[in-house]
């Protein structure tokens, strides 16, 4: 049972912010993808967002499995 001083660990965050950026920001990114840098911004539509988008969801996919495999192992 949950007291509702309780607060979550930074792991359990951690995987919460990885699963919303995986349903939220994966998508739109297909379309567009912007990119500031120290030197200025790049911009990436079409096909070039989905490649960008693509790399950044297989990172994301692969930090959020290594957090859960962690999570399953303290247990």
């Known amino acids: 049972m949950h007291n509702a001083n309780d607060k979550p660990d930074e792991r359990t965050l951690q995987i919460a912010n ?14 567009h993808v912007y990119i500031r840098t120290g030197y ?28 859960e495999r962690k999570g399953s192992q303290r247990r």
């Open 18 to 31: 990885l699963r919303y950026a995986l349903r939220c920001h994966i998508p739109a990114m297909k379309r």
């Open 40 to 67: 200025g911004a790049v911009d990436f539509y079409g096909t070039q967002a989905r490649k960008v988008t693509a790399l950044c969801e297989e990172l994301l996919q692969k930090q959020l499995q290594r957090l």
